[in-house]
């Protein structure tokens, strides 16, 4: 299971996330992080569910993370504070093993997904405020054709792909979907990682 993880690591050293370059548009910056570790055996990725009542992307599936504030040194240090504050996590708790796209949503901002592992016996004391359920899912599951679709919208001027992944009754979608879809892609030709993914 250690391959998994240093062989994400390695690529993503080797094709670190592209900053967006669109000229002229002002996008508030903002960043997440994509918690993965090892329970029982199986790699999972945590996701979070909204509380319906928030103003922005109530009752979606997303990453811990939001706004960078002006105390925030870098990005990254943006999302690792947004983990502590929603899940109790302490900075020195997560191995960042990289960065993937920056990628905009139709929400005006420009996020900056990383990518960290937690400890296996990390304790998840999530903030009621910002997170109504933790849910963190089984990689291998997310591979399964059954779980993915792809539709062609028209959004921000354009065609553009949306992915969907469903599990456990919960649609993970839109900026959220697009990190995931992301990360699988990076990690999709690594043997380590081939080898998890087999039926």
Known sequence: MEAI????AAR?????GRSLDLPGVALREAAVLVPLRVREG???IIFTRRPEGLR????????PGGVRDPGDVT????????????????????????????????????VLPFVGRLPPDTVLAPDPGEIAEVVEVPLPLLLEPSRQ???RRFLLGAERDIYFFEYGGHTIWGATARILRNLLDQ?????????????
């Open 5 to 8: 993880f240093e062989e994400l």
């Open 12 to 16: 993503l050293r080797e094709f670190p």
């Open 42 to 44: 199986v790699a999972t």
């Open 56 to 63: 922005r992307h109530g009752g979606q599936i997303s990453f």
């Open 75 to 110: 990005p990254l240090h943006a999302a690792l504070r947004e983990l502590h504050e929603e899940m109790g996590v302490a900075p020195e708790r997560v191995e960042v093993l990289g960065m993937l796209d920056e990628i905009p949503t139709i929400t005006e901002f420009r």
């Open 149 to 151: 679709r792809v539709e």
């Open 187 to 199: 990690a999709s030709g690594l043997p380590a990682w081939k080898g998890l993914c087999r039926p």
